[in-house]
Structure formats: structure tokens, C-alpha cells
């Protein structure tokens, strides 16, 4: 029996969606170096992590083939237009990556208590409000733990308590067994 078919969506657990990357990502670098050994392919992959680390590969050195790419799509440019426009259209959409990434990265550091000297009252009080808002998620989150933590507790109280109610019942019936026993010892 084989696996099931793997939904195509975001992973919502954060540890779950690391693995996930991880594993994926040596599979594909795998699969990048096979790719270019078994056929003699000149190969580059270039991965970002959601956390701006990268990774690459390249059979020939990912600089050789990426300035070997600008080469050949330049020679397309010239042959016609539309290979200026996707040209363009590659660059505009790789600079508001890169300046999603940088707003990102200010956020975060600015979440961290980072370079906030920079930051106007409104936006301060901004800040201020979407930490208090995590911060009372936080506490609820919690608070519903905690409070799950004590139910489980009172419940076992309430067992061991009766566990222990019969321990003393079993202790008393033994020791009213053996008195008996031994009252009759003497009257022989």
C-alpha cells in the first residue's frame, strides 16, 4: 500500500513546516546533483528559507551558471523584446521581494525592542498595541493551560484520595481478620 496524495498547502505548524523544509530541501539538492552527473547538465539551484538563510548548489559553481543565464537571456533580449520584458518583469518582482524581506526583517527587530529610535509616537503606539495584543493571547493561552494543568490534578487528587480510601478499607479488613483470628487462638 502506498501513501496517500499530499495536500499542496501551508503547513500551519511552524516545527512541522521546518521539518517538512529540511527534508524537501535535501531532496531537491539531491536531485539537482543526480540531474547534472547522470545527464551532464549544468545545474544551479538558489533556496531561501523563510528565514533568509540560503542554500545553493551548482554543478559548475552557482555564479558560472547564473552569469552563464544573464548571458543567454541577453542574447534573447537582443533577438527580441520580449525577452527584455520578462527580464524586467524578473527584476521588478525580485526587487519587492527583497523589500518585503527588509520590511520584514525591520518588524521583527522592531517586535525585539531593535531600533525603535527611528519610530514616530504613532507608530510606537502602533507597536505598543500589537504587542499588548500578543501578549494577551499569550496570557489567555496560558491561562487555559494552567487552569487544564489544575483540572488534571484535582482529578487525580480525587482518584488517589479514593485509591487510598480503599487501601485503608483492604488495611482495616486485615487487621480486623487477624484480631479475629487471634482471639480465637486464645480461646482454644
Do not use: P, W
Amino acid at each position: 500500500m502506498g501513501r496517500g496524495k499530499v495536500v499542496l498547502e501551508r503547513i500551519s505548524n511552524k516545527v512541522n513546516r521546518q521539518v517538512t523544509f529540511g527534508k524537501r530541501k535535501k531532496g531537491l539538492l539531491k536531485k539537482a546533483s543526480e540531474l547534472s552527473v547522470l545527464c551532464d547538465a549544468e545545474v544551479a539551484l538558489i533556496l531561501f528559507s523563510n528565514e533568509g538563510k540560503l542554500f545553493h548548489f551548482g554543478s559548475t559553481g552557482t555564479k558560472n551558471t547564473i552569469d552563464r543565464y544573464r548571458q543567454f537571456h541577453s542574447k534573447n533580449a537582443i533577438e527580441g523584446e520580449d525577452g527584455e520584458h520578462e527580464s524586467q518583469s524578473i527584476c521588478q518582482a525580485v526587487t519587492k521581494l527583497n523589500a518585503k524581506y527588509q520590511s520584514l526583517q525591520l518588524l521583527n527587530r522592531h517586535l525585539l525592542g531593535e531600533d525603535l529610535g527611528s519610530l514616530s509616537l504613532k507608530k510606537l503606539r502602533n507597536l505598543e498595541k500589537q504587542i499588548e495584543g500578543t501578549l494577551s493571547k499569550a496570557r489567555k493561552c496560558k491561562t487555559k493551560k494552567m487552569l487544564e494543568r489544575v483540572e488534571a490534578l484535582r482529578k487525580l487528587d480525587t482518584e488517589l484520595e479514593q485509591q487510598n480510601k480503599e487501601l485503608k478499607e483492604k488495611i482495616d479488613k486485615e487487621m480486623q481478620l487477624q484480631e479475629g483470628n487471634y482471639g480465637r487462638r486464645g480461646s482454644l
